[in-house]
């Protein structure tokens, strides 16, 4: 097995779905010549400046994001304006699990995603996209 690399993608001022494609590329390891569907191949995504990405038209205020505590009446709805004001990672972290497979090797590629709201990292960068 080859040995995985690090990619940094900074999403400053990027479209929030055209950013998660890239970086499901890299995760995935389509990226690749040995790219296999059924095996684990892919690289480490270091994301910076996830405050600065954008959505376009008017998905800043219809956009929304639900979560369920499994009570009833526990379904908590918020909108993408907010929270990015209030943790911008997590808006990245959900757009790549979507767009990741439904199989037992997604978890696996999410932990190689490394998101941060600022340019600090301490990483060992291979490559800047």
Known sequence: MEERKYYQIDA???VLG???TEIVKFLSGKNKVSYTPNKDG???VVVTNSDGVIVTGNKSQDKKYYRFSGYPGGIKEISFEKQLKKDSRKLIEAAVKGMLPKNKLSSAMMTRLLIYKNQEH???IDFKI
Do not use: E, P, S
């Open 122 to 124: 301490d990483h060992n």
């Open 42 to 44: 892919g690289d480490f």
């Open 18 to 20: 055209r950013l998660a």
């Open 12 to 14: 400053q001022g990027k």
